[in-house]
């Protein structure tokens, strides 16, 4: 079936530094979304991304979808301690008619 | 203000017994879904339903069972059957599926099973 990695699966930074997280696909996607969840709540929609090689900005995080639709990336600039928490990635495929998530990216703060 | 309200936020039950939890939505979605979290892992998909009074098995449906009967309502009821049941149980809805609109989930339900 179809499998979503997400790496890595946690990362510690240093307020200020960059922070990047993956996300593959076993399969082509029709769309990516990225979500967000801090500690102790529940996952928020952050972004859609459906075109091959679409990029996507969202103050300093930016999105990518990969030429073939098989992976996406999140990038943040300048990380500041309100950014701690986990960002998942979720891929549609219309075959399988249903989103999989990836097992999520932990990121840690330190201020 | 419109949303997913899940209930209760902890509960607690003792094994051999089965329990439901409560989704209610008022954002007049066609689509609900059940999610199961466990700690370090991503959201797996326990069962969707985008009409009423319909509803399909998701990747983990064993032990699970649930009912669509009003549009704003998708209870889950864990089973006994259901051999490791503590987790986090996430609820969420969307605009219709097919499309792959975003979810929009509940706060949650802690379940702990003893």
């Known amino acids: 079936g179809q499998q979503v990695m997400q790496i890595p699966q946690y990362q510690h930074v240093q307020e200020g530094e960059d922070f990047t997280t993956y996300c593959n696909s076993s399969?082509?996607?029709?769309?990516i979304q990225w979500y967000k969840q801090r500690p102790g709540g529940h996952p928020v929609f952050l972004i859609q991304?459906?075109?091959?090689?679409e990029v996507k900005k969202q103050k300093r995080l930016t999105f990518q979808f990969g030429e073939a639709k098989k992976n996406s990336s999140l990038h943040i600039t300048a990380t500041q301690t309100t950014d701690v928490g986990t960002y998942f990635c979720?891929?549609?495929?219309?075959?399988?008619?249903?989103?999989?998530f990836g097992d999520g990216t932990t990121l840690t703060v330190k201020p | 203000d419109g949303g997913i309200t899940q209930s209760p936020k902890y509960l607690f039950r003792k094994e051999g017994q089965n329990v439901t939890l409560s989704c209610e939505q008022n954002?007049?979605?066609?689509?609900m879904y059940w999610y199961r979290q466990d700690p370090g892992q991503g959201l797996r998909l326990i069962y969707y339903?985008?009409?009423?009074?319909?509803?399909q098995k998701g990747d983990i449906a064993e032990g699970y069972s649930v009912s669509r009967e009003k549009k704003e309502s998708f209870p889950l009821t864990v089973t006994s059957a259901q051999k490791n049941p503590t987790a986090f149980y996430l609820c969420?809805?969307?605009?219709?599926?097919?499309?792959?609109?975003?979810?929009?989930f509940g706060n949650g339900t802690r379940l702990t099973v003893t």
């Open positions: 969420a809805s969307s605009m219709w599926r097919r499309s792959n609109s975003p979810l929009h």
């Open positions: 399969t082509t996607l029709s769309n």
């Open positions: 991304l459906v075109k091959s090689g």
């Open positions: 979720a891929g549609y495929n219309t075959n399988a008619g249903k989103s999989t």
């Open positions: 954002l007049n979605h066609d689509a």
């Open positions: 339903s985008q009409i009423v009074n319909d509803f």
